[in-house]
Structures are given as structure tokens and as C-alpha cells.
């Protein structure tokens, strides 16, 4: 029943706070999209959960071995949105799974759970995570970060199809994330979805007041610390299940300088701590002009970042999946 309830509450809440675009956007439905570097193959685009798409190529030699990237969207982000990052993925021959997480799913981890169980039924029933080619995970901002580390939560619980997931995935791309969560962090990136705008320095003592009030729930704050933990970025507080570890493979960090949101020098200090805990390797590339999330904004940027996520994948696709 709580379940069930969560799920007409993301439903509800998002409806409410979308545009008659975005529920067009989301509306079941499968489209047929043109690749960008593509000469020839169309990509279909099908609805497979509630804000989640999967975008795949007409053609195909055998889906059982090409490999998936899982794009996670942003706090309040549109799913066009990030199936235009999704897209890079497509372009380097990869199926690509888009979500666009509800901004409610975030912070209440009720929420986070019942979404989360809905993405992953999409995902197997797709047999997305069974097939034999390497996995990447994509997440943009702290948005996507929490979300995916419910996800690992869900693995680490002994959740079988997060742990389909995770087993195979080979290669994290962090866009702008991770930072330190703060009341005021979650307050700004508030004011932008509602304002439409990006995100800037200006306080938000309203929203930011809600933030701190909801962060203090203790269920919301050991959400939190535990998702920290997961991911690495926190010393585990209690023993953890022996029987499966995140995985630790390379990961790709694209980040501003300008960015208002998310202090570059804390994705910095990730990266380096996940690199010692892990012992793989991070690429860190570095922008200095972009907004929040907003590295693919400008057209010869995003070709930029393409070409960096495309090598990125070049140098992972041929680790092998157990």
C-alpha cells in the first residue's frame, strides 16, 4: 500500500509542476529519433517507465551484446533533456536508458524506493541488465548521485536486479556531481526548476528553510549518510554486506569552474578519494565557462564533451562482463 501510494505521489507531484511539453515528453509512447554522427540508422525512442526511455537503434546486430549506458537525470530536469546526453551514448553505437528522475524521489527515501523498484522492473523486463555488454552508469549533479545510490542501496540490500545492474557496470560518468549537500545547495537548485532558470548565487531563504526542516528528518538524514556511504564518499558507519561491493571500475569526471551549485574543488576531492579507495583510475575534464549542468548547453561544447565520453567508452567497452 505505501508503495503504491509513493508511486501516485510521484505521479501526482510531477504532473502538477510539468508543462503540457513535459507530459507529452513522458506520455507512453515509442518515437523514432535521428542519430547525430549517425549516416543512415534511426533511433527509437520507447517509453519504459514513468519519466524513463529507452533509446536504441533501429538496426541491430545482436542487442544480448551491445553495451548500455543508464543516464541519470538532474534535481527537476525534463527527460528531453537528458535524452539529449543520452544521445552521446547512441552515437557511439550503445543503447542508452534516459531517466528523469521526480524531483520528490530526491529527498523522500519512501519515494526513492518505490520509483526506483519501478525503474529496475522496466529495466528487467527490457532484459536491459542481462545482456553480456559492459554497463555505464551516467549521473548529472546531486541529483542523479542520490538516486543512483539508492539503486546501490538496493544492490547492497541484496536486490537482484540492482545487483544485475551494478555487476556489470564498467565505467561511472559523473557530470557535475558529486558536492557536499547543503539546505542552501538544494534552495537554489529549487528557485531554477521553478524560476526556469540557471541556477545562480542569489539566497533562497524560503526554499532553503524547507530544505534544512526536511533534512533534519532523521530518515532523510540516514538516507543520505548511507547513500554517501555506498558510493564511497563516507566512512561506512555499521559492517556492511560482505557478499557485494560497489564496483570499483574507471570513472569520468566533466565539471565547471563556473559552476554556481556544486564547488569544483569537492567533485576534485571525490575523484581522488574514490581513485584511493578503489584504486581505479579518474579523468577529470574541467570546463571553465559552464553553467550548472549545462556542459552540453553550447553546441561546440557538447561535441567536446561527446568526443570525451566516446573516448571514455572506447577504453572500457572491451572489459569483460562476468
Avoid at 85 to 91: E, K
Avoid at 147 to 163: P, S, V, W
Amino acid at each position: 500500500m505505501l508503495r503504491a501510494a509513493s508511486l501516485r505521489a510521484i505521479v501526482g507531484v510531477r504532473a502538477t509542476a510539468s508543462s503540457a511539453r513535459r507530459a507529452r515528453d513522458d506520455r507512453p509512447s515509442r518515437r523514432t529519433l535521428r542519430a547525430a554522427s549517425s549516416t543512415s540508422a534511426s533511433v527509437s525512442s520507447t517509453t519504459i517507465a514513468p519519466f524513463c526511455e529507452l533509446l536504441s537503434r533501429d538496426e541491430s546486430s545482436s542487442n544480448a551484446t551491445r553495451p548500455l549506458a543508464v543516464v541519470i537525470g538532474w534535481f527537476g530536469c525534463e527527460l528531453r533533456h537528458v535524452k539529449k546526453y543520452a544521445m552521446m551514448y547512441v552515437d557511439a553505437e550503445w543503447d542508452a536508458v534516459a531517466v528523469a528522475p521526480p524531483s520528490v524521489s530526491t529527498l523522500v527515501p519512501s519515494v526513492a524506493d518505490a520509483y526506483g523498484d519501478y525503474v529496475l522492473r522496466a529495466l528487467s523486463k527490457r532484459q536491459a541488465t542481462e545482456r553480456r555488454g559492459p554497463i555505464v552508469v551516467h549521473v548529472a549533479s546531486n541529483g542523479g548521485f542520490i538516486f543512483a545510490g539508492n539503486l546501490m542501496l538496493k544492490a547492497r540490500n541484496g536486490d537482484a536486479r540492482a545487483r544485475a545492474l551494478f555487476d556489470r557496470t564498467k565505467g561511472f560518468v559523473f557530470d557535475c556531481a558529486p558536492g557536499n549537500l547543503r539546505p542552501d545547495i538544494i534552495a537554489r537548485a529549487a528557485a531554477a526548476v521553478i524560476g526556469g532558470a540557471s541556477a545562480t548565487t542569489e539566497p533562497a531563504p524560503i526554499f532553503e528553510a524547507f530544505a534544512k526542516a526536511l533534512m533534519m528528518r532523521p530518515s532523510i538524514d540516514a538516507r543520505l549518510r548511507s547513500i554517501d556511504e555506498v558510493w564511497g564518499k563516507a566512512p561506512a558507519s555499521s559492517v556492511e554486506d560482505a557478499s557485494w561491493t560497489p564496483p570499483h571500475c574507471p570513472a569520468m569526471f566533466a565539471y565547471s569552474e563556473a559552476d554556481v551549485l556544486i564547488s569544483p574543488r569537492e567533485i576534485e576531492a571525490f575523484a581522488r578519494l574514490r581513485e584511493e579507495k578503489t584504486g581505479a583510475r579518474s579523468d577529470l575534464h574541467k570546463y571553465h565557462d559552464a553553467a550548472h549542468c549545462e556542459i552540453g548547453r553550447e553546441a561546440s561544447r557538447f561535441d567536446d564533451y561527446r568526443k570525451k565520453v566516446h573516448t571514455f567508452l572506447s577504453e572500457i567497452r572491451g572489459a569483460t562482463v562476468q
